[in-house]
């Protein structure tokens, strides 16, 4: 796990708006049309791992982030050496937040990312108007569980779980709901709110544009006589093998964005999947990035281009830990990163184009999302997809 100093808001909209458009809040809302008859709308709820957005805020995030064992799987024995492992690394991490500005973008990002979508679907989809944007961090405020009170608060009778993973992981997705259906079961046993999921979307063409776009962008940086020879490197945030022996979609679908990228920049440049933040002891998802840039450089490789693969923003994964800690500390000037989605205008229409696909179909989730991992033997798991599937708590 880990960030850049400064944070970059570079060919982004979002850097040009006043400063109290990225005030602190307490839950991700934004203000939103009424309708003549009164309805309450339709919630766009992102969900997303969060960051902590303050220095101080670190602690209580990684303490969250250890004790899901749907995340980072420590078996009978987690709920002791989660709060311990917390512990250890709230000092090294609290510097590197510290390093890259004081804290993570990924929260403000989320909130320009779901109000300008939502603004957009407004328009798209009018019968299913006002949408209203908010925010669910699984181990970061707003926390989920904080989001949920307050859309019970505002009204909300019908709501969307959009998932900003694009590619389908239990582990990162499947954590979120696991957390919903929870707290659907604790806080609206009565089913108020009518739920349903936009799971995954690896391959929608809003999402491998843009990438691609960015791409290109910042292969122009390069000399023309060495451009096509640019290796491009796509890295993803990797996975326990035991995740992935299980059956786990993700690295399959992963391996569709980059390939979904690849053609639409026409093979032009040799290209990799690593995987990168692996965590503790455990085997996890090779071949890992700080580990390949350093191979290629012993072999004389030096033009490198890092692509973020499976984040829909910068956090700590691409400003500390690609930026520093690999780009910076290899001293070579052909190795670069291209630009995180932040707040650029073709994804945020992905986004409501995605969100008005789903509005519009008939399905409460994808058909992937009802299948479970084929050695999948979690009860948990199984109700959560049951109660998505149908609306309703099995008795």
């Not at 700080?290 to 890092?306: N, R």
Request: hydrophobic share 35%.
């Amino acid at each position: 796990m880990s960030l850049r100093a400064p944070i970059r808001l570079a060919r982004s909209p979002a850097a040009n708006l006043s400063p109290t458009f990225f005030t602190s809040r307490a839950l991700a809302t934004a203000a939103a049309s009424t309708t003549t008859d009164g309805a309450s709308g339709t919630a766009i709820v992102l969900l997303n791992m969060g960051g902590p957005s303050t220095v101080p805020e670190v602690h209580s995030f990684l303490s969250r982030l250890f004790a899901d064992g749907d995340l980072i799987p420590l078996g009978p024995l987690q709920k002791y050496l989660g709060p311990l492992i917390a512990r250890r690394r709230t000092p090294k991490i609290e510097k590197q937040y510290s390093v890259i500005g004081g804290g993570s973008p990924i929260r403000r990002w989320s909130e320009f990312q779901a109000t300008e979508a939502c603004k957009l679907l407004d328009k798209l989809h009018p019968s299913t108007a006002p949408h209203r944007p908010y925010v669910a961090f699984r181990y970061a405020d707003p926390l989920t569980e904080d989001t949920f009170l307050q859309m019970k608060a505002d009204g909300i009778r019908r709501a969307v779980a959009f998932t900003q993973y694009p590619q389908y992981s239990c582990s990162t997705t499947g954590s979120s709901l696991n957390e919903l259906w929870r707290l659907s079961k604790k806080l609206d046993r009565e089913g108020t709110i009518e739920w349903s999921v936009i799971d995954r979307w690896p391959t929608h063409p809003g999402l491998v544009n843009t990438v691609a776009k960015h791409v290109e962008e910042k292969l122009l940086e390069y000399p023309e006589d060495r451009r096509e020879d640019v290796v491009l490197l796509f890295s993803a945030h990797s996975l326990p093998m035991s995740v992935v022996n299980r059956g786990d979609p993700y690295p399959a679908e992963v391996a569709a964005t980059v390939h979904a990228v690849m053609q639409k920049l026409g093979f032009k440049n040799p290209y990799r999947l690593v995987w990168q933040s692996q965590v503790g002891p455990s085997p996890w998802l090779g071949a890992q990035t700080s580990k390949t840039v350093e191979e290629y450089v012993k072999k004389g490789q030096t033009d490198l281009l890092l692509i973020p693969i499976a984040f829909t923003s910068d956090h700590i994964e691409t400003l500390h830990e690609l930026d520093l800690e690999i780009i910076k500390e290899s001293g070579q000037e052909g190795i670069k990163r291209a630009e995180s989605l932040n707040g650029d205008l073709e994804f945020i229409k992905a986004l409501a184009d995605i969100a008005k696909e789903h509005l519009a179909g008939k399905s409460r989730s994808s058909k992937q999302m009802k299948l479970r991992c084929p050695m999948c033997t979690s009860a948990r798991c199984q109700a959560q997809k049951e109660f998505f599937a149908t609306g309703k708590h099995p008795e």
